[in-house]
């Protein structure tokens, strides 16, 4: 999978740079789902910047500090957003999300809905574009 997607940046001229170990981004998941749902104009930047942090910047997603500097840049409403995060709240939002998901039968990431069929697993670009036109 790793081989796959460092192919597939390269091939798109994307820069991707694996952070020196993977953090617990549970946090910085219910940053970006409760900025979804409570601030959807910021959120299409906080989520470019929370995947620029991890893919490119080698920045730790585990460190709140972190994740509340790509948040004030894009715009979120930090006050606000630490309410969320303290009441558990924004976490909340998260694993409904996962339960929706599982009643459909996500089981794990990444997976996406194209008409009516679940793609599971990471798959070639090339793929993703015969499925979609199958589906079309």
Do not use: C
Not at 3 to 30: D, F, I, S, V
Not at 47 to 57: E, Q, R, S, W
Request: glycine fraction near 6%; aromatic fraction near 8%.
């Amino acid at each position: 999978m790793y081989a796959m997607l460092e192919r597939e940046a390269k091939e798109a001229g994307l820069p991707l740079n694996w952070p020196p170990r993977l953090p617990n981004t549970r946090r910085a998941l219910a940053a970006a789902e409760w900025s979804r749902q409570h601030q959807p104009r910021a959120f299409p930047q906080f989520h470019k910047h929370l995947f620029d942090a991890h893919f490119v910047l080698g920045e730790d997603l585990e460190d709140p500090a972190v994740i509340d500097r790509h948040a004030s840049e894009s715009g979120i409403d930090l006050a606000a957003l630490h309410a969320a995060l303290a009441d558990d709240s924004a976490a909340a939002a998260v694993t409904e999300a996962e339960m929706i998901g599982r009643k459909y039968g996500v089981q794990g990431t990444p997976a996406w809905l194209l008409g009516e069929r679940l793609i599971a697993e990471l798959r070639p670009a090339a793929e993703f574009e015969r499925l979609a036109e199958s589906e079309g």
